[in-house]
């Protein structure tokens, strides 16, 4: 790992970023705050997902472009298209993002199924799986090859056999501490109305949080997970939103900033928290809303 300089603290950092595949997305704000920070930045995307929502789908040249554009000092950046259901699928990103330099030091699980949910009355056993797999299952599958890569970079010992205590080798050191951040949606703060589904497979993040954030720090990798709040990547906006737009009107005027977040609002927490200054910050739900909960 390169020294990093005060204008870009995260050079000689490497970083994969999940859910990169549209512009107006929390993804690809976080992969511009990454880049602008000095890092290199590996793409997930899975452009089948966005085709099937309202606000669809996007040009991935353009996303690319994008982010190649704010690589800071030499940092480069790759891409591939991954459908995480698939438990192999997660694996082989993570190897390919660790290709991407020789080294990965920051992951953020920004990917989620959205749609095609419902009310407790509509559930099936399979809308439950689904979301499951997507959310949840892949969030942590990726953390777990992601710790065994950076234990192995670190020279930190992980445990033969499973359900061993990892252990603490010794101090974390802070110049070297990986970052790994989970996406949670402020389902702990209020119903969230026909997306029970969606909102059980990230409670079960928000909810294991502490518990995975204490043995990863054992490896000396700290994890965070956020809540953006209600941030407008298209589900908001009055021309793609599947919302009733009195409905979302009367809601955005209650809101303290009498707006909705903006990607790059939760993107400029993760890529603070993302630097050194950041990693006393450790195990925590964090949310970033614009004091929506105040109204």
Known sequence: MSHSSAGHPLQGRTALVTGVSRRCGIGYAVALELAALGASVFLHHYSPHDADQPWGGDDLDAVRAGVRAALRDGAVTGDVS???RDAAAVEDLVDRAWALTGQLDILVCNHARSGGDGSV??????TLDAFWATNTRSTLLLTRHFAHRHAATTERTVPARPGDW???TG?????TAGRVFWMTSGQGEGPMRGE???ATSKAALAGVTPTVAAELLELGIVLNTINP??????YLDPG???RSLAELEAWRQTTPFGRWGRPADPARLIGWLATDQGVWVVGQVLTTDGGLGLA
């Open 82 to 84: 991954a459908d995480l």
């Open 121 to 126: 009355l509509d559930l099936t056993a399979e």
């Open 166 to 168: 990892i252990g603490r």
């Open 171 to 175: 101090p974390v050191d802070e110049r």
């Open 196 to 198: 029970v589904a969606y």
């Open 229 to 234: 709040g209600p941030v407008d990547t298209g």
């Open 240 to 242: 793609t939103t599947d």
